[in-house]
Nanobody, 128 residues
Framework: QVELVESGGGLVYTGGSLRLACAASGSTADQYHMGWFRQTPAKERELVAA????????SYTNSVKGRFTLSRDKDSNTLYMQLDSLKPEDTGVYYCAAGTRWPPSLWMDDRGQGKSFWGQGTQVTVSS
């Protein structure tokens, strides 16, 4: 079991930047792959970016490649995502997730089975 708490969302204008943080707590918090998903009213929850537990694999959805960057502080079990060159289409609720399996595309189906865990979400709004 792991608890995830997100922070860092907010309102920015096109071209601006934000840094999201996801703090993981629990006795096994360091044993999970971690990543970010986002959801908008018009779209289902989708993977934005994820980092494998050993740090040897990263996955970014095409629309954010070159603009978003993941990093992980293993000492504090915190996952960060730097969001640069933000666009209005990046607007949504960003959810931190932790999963036991790779690839992260499995985590949505793993909900409720003790194989993936999710935070409450943080709102990112990019205004033009």
């Amino acid at each position: 079991q792991v608890e995830l708490v997100e922070s860092g969302g907010g309102l920015v204008y096109t071209g601006g930047s934000l840094r999201l943080a996801c703090a993981a707590s629990g006795s096994t918090a360091d044993q999970y792959h971690m990543g970010w998903f986002r959801q908008t009213p018009a779209k289902e929850r989708e993977l934005v970016a994820a980092l494998s537990r050993p740090g040897d694999s990263q996955s970014y959805t095409n629309s954010v490649k070159g603009r978003f960057t993941l990093s992980r502080d293993k000492d504090s079990n915190t996952l960060y995502m730097q969001l640069d060159s933000l666009k209005p289409e990046d607007t949504g609720v960003y959810y931190c997730a932790a999963g036991t399996r790779w690839p992260p595309s499995l985590w949505m189906d793993d909900r409720g089975q003790g194989k993936s865990f999710w935070g409450q979400g943080t709102q990112v709004t990019v205004s033009s």
